[in-house]
């Protein structure tokens, strides 16, 4: 982990029904410009976590909490602007085209018109700029929000399942995105499959019964090792 902290949480607690936690006491440091993939089983709260600092969940509860070394909350609009998170699932703003909607965003974090060519290209969605969302593929729309979080380039990134719905030359250009993001900032990417994984993290968070249970870095991230912990977890 990088020597600087961008964001330190400490026992987080997350539920949807009070006294049943998804997450319980579940802390964590993100070090500035690392890249860092979130992994466990179905159920084990991965969307939740990033429902959580995206703050769309009021049923939370922390001990303390630091971005960029001073206490902050979820919902504080300088985190806000400095965070851009990719969801499994979203279907807002339909009726904006791609290029609508990056303008849109482009105002909202207070940042120029960035120039998107190069994404585009590379996720091969040049025949979709000006295609509203609501008519895109899921694959499709999947790239459209990767290509605006790549182009804002923000200190941290949240991608929830980001390999969901993309061909096999658009995955491949994520991995590249994804391995080098730690020149620009912090990239938190949560992922059922070990090959994302194992190509483009620096540390990896095993996560189960509610909190960090495991933490692999360097050679240690490898899809043996980590598919041994999983198993362990399925039969406990």
């Not at 997350?14 to 440091?29: A, G, I, M, R």
């Not at 791609?98 to 965003?105: C, G, H, I, T």
């Not at 790549?150 to 250009?173: I, W």
Request: some cysteine; glycine content about 8%.
């Amino acid at each position: 982990m990088s020597s600087t902290t961008l964001l330190s949480l400490n026992n987080l607690s997350v539920w949807y029904t009070v006294n049943h936690p998804v997450l319980s006491e579940l802390s964590l440091d993100l070090g500035a410009s690392e890249v860092v993939g979130l992994i466990g089983l179905n159920g084990a709260g991965k969307t939740t976590f990033i429902k959580t600092v995206a703050g769309l969940l009021p049923g939370c509860r922390l001990d303390s909490a630091t971005w960029d070394g001073h206490p902050f909350s979820f919902r504080d609009k300088a985190f806000k602007q400095n965070r851009y998170i990719v969801f499994a699932e979203d279907r807002s703003f339909q009726y904006f085209t791609f290029r609508e909607y990056l303008a849109y965003v482009s105002v909202s974090y207070g940042v120029p018109m960035p120039d998107v060519a190069g994404l585009v290209k590379g996720f091969h969605f040049e025949d979709y700029t000006d295609v509203f969302l609501k008519e895109l593929s899921t694959g499709n729309l999947k790239k459209a929000y990767l290509i605006t979080a790549f182009a804002l380039r923000p200190k941290l990134l949240l991608l929830d399942e980001p390999v969901n719905g993309l061909d096999f030359q658009s995955t491949e250009f994520l991995y590249q995105l994804m391995g080098g993001y730690k020149q620009y900032g912090t990239l938190l990417f949560s992922s059922h499959i070990l090959e994302s994984i194992c190509l483009t993290s620096d540390r990896v968070l095993v996560l189960e019964h509610g909190r960090i249970s495991r933490t692999f870095t360097g050679r240690e991230i490898a899809a043996g090792n980590i598919r041994e912990v999983l198993a362990d977890d399925k039969h406990d």
